[in-house]
């Protein structure tokens, strides 16, 4: 083992006992609290860092930074004015900046020559976790409490970019028709709405005045006016461009878990936990009618299919229900899976329906027969998320940690996309089919080149 190896594990032995060691040097009187006379211990443990040379290593405790000579392990500096319940550090690859985060939204930049600090960066987050300088030390990155990445310049303070927002578990997405911009809602801080460039990966507008969790939203036909519902039994009816709210719908009694708009956009269609299906008047915001169909159990999922004239209801009774959108008769029940109906999804041209279950497979149908055309029962897990790409010749879903994608003519796996870490709740096809979006519990958006699959399957 490298000596340089074996002295680290050395300070972090006794960092951690939080003892002083007996070398020479009389660091225990280094700095005293007024009317202290003596500091036994170094204090507890955080965080490290190597100098760029790796000649010195400076480890962050609750005393302050103390700064080693990295060969000889003698005590060379101590910074205690930054005992600042510091949680990560970070040099500059000059070496003679510290990044230091604390318990708080602060970053402070020190002068390790000077020592002092010569820049504070506030920050939105409650508290920083994690810093980073880049290779040339020309940004540096901070990880906060609220699952967001803060880029900055360290030598202007400015916040040049921020990464992922708030993102927590992706458990609506949606994007706008150009393709330009997703729309998505977490869980954690579940009543915001994030509004996404997807070519820059900015967040270009947060939605807050949801009071409670926000469980599904869905763009209109024009892209300009985003639909959101949740669990206030609400639904609102936001200005993409100004996220200004247009209007509040109310009606039903609990709380709104599905969204689909017409065609035309004129019309949209909200399923709830109050066991009902409703289609409302958007541009006045009056109900239409309600679903005449005496349901007994929780509407899992809805899909309005893209001609306006069907809509799908997937169920916890394991079937799926046909409505005609013009009279509200019921045209056809579907049966077939043995467990609860999670997805449910049109392709492009109304004629078939796509059907993902609890009991871990896919289910394609004929709108007009009712007659089950293919079933996919290879999925490890529950499908809980599924899309037609836009040519009707694949369907992506999500089941697990796991993306798969499928030829619906054959039923033949062409991709598994594998990047989550944990349950990928929603899937989008970008308009043109070059892209998918996929939203998961690890909280974050992936963004997927499906041309570059496509290429490698066509070798």
Known sequence: MKPLNLFLILVIFILLLSFSSSSAQDYTRWKLPQGAIARYGKGRMFDFAYFPDSTRLAVAS?????????????????????ALSVTSIALAPDGQTLAIASGDSDIYLWDIRAHK?????????????????????????????????????PDTGQLLRTLTGHMSSARSLT????????????????????????????????????????????????GQTLASGGRDAKIRLWDVRTGELLKTITGHAASVESLA????????????????????????????????????????????????????????????RLQDTRTGKLKATLKGHTRRVTSVAFSPNSYVLASGSEDRTIRLWHVTTGELLLTLSDQPNSIVSIAFSPDRKTIANGSGEEIYISDITTGNSIATLIGHTDWVRSVAFSPDGKTLASGSDDCTVILWDLTQIRRKNKR
């Open 62 to 82: 609750t005393i302050g930074i103390w700064i080693y000579d990295a060969r000889t392990g003698e005590v060379l500096d101590l910074f205690v004015e930054a």
């Open 261 to 320: 708009y017409s065609a035309d956009g004129a019309t949209l269609v909200s399923g709830s936990s109050d066991k009902t299906i409703r289609f409302w008047d958007v541009r006045i915001g009056q109900l239409l009618k309600i679903n005449p169909e005496n349901i007994t159990r929780t509407n899992s999922s809805i899909s309005l299919s893209p001609d306006g004239n069907t809509l799908a209801i997937g169920t916890d009774e394991n079937v799926i």
């Open 117 to 153: 600090p010569e820049k504070i960066l506030t920050g939105p987050e409650r508290y920083v976790y994690n810093l980073a300088f880049s290779p040339t030390g020309e940004t540096l990155a901070s990880a906060g409490e609220n699952n967001t990445i803060h880029v900055w310049n």
């Open 175 to 222: 994007y706008s028709p150009d393709g330009s911009m997703l729309a998505s809602v977490g869980s954690q801080q579940n009543n915001k709405i994030c509004l996404w460039d997807v070519h820059t990966g900015k967040l270009l507008k947060t939605i807050t005045q949801h009071p409670k969790r926000v469980d599904k939203v869905v763009y209109s036909a024009d």
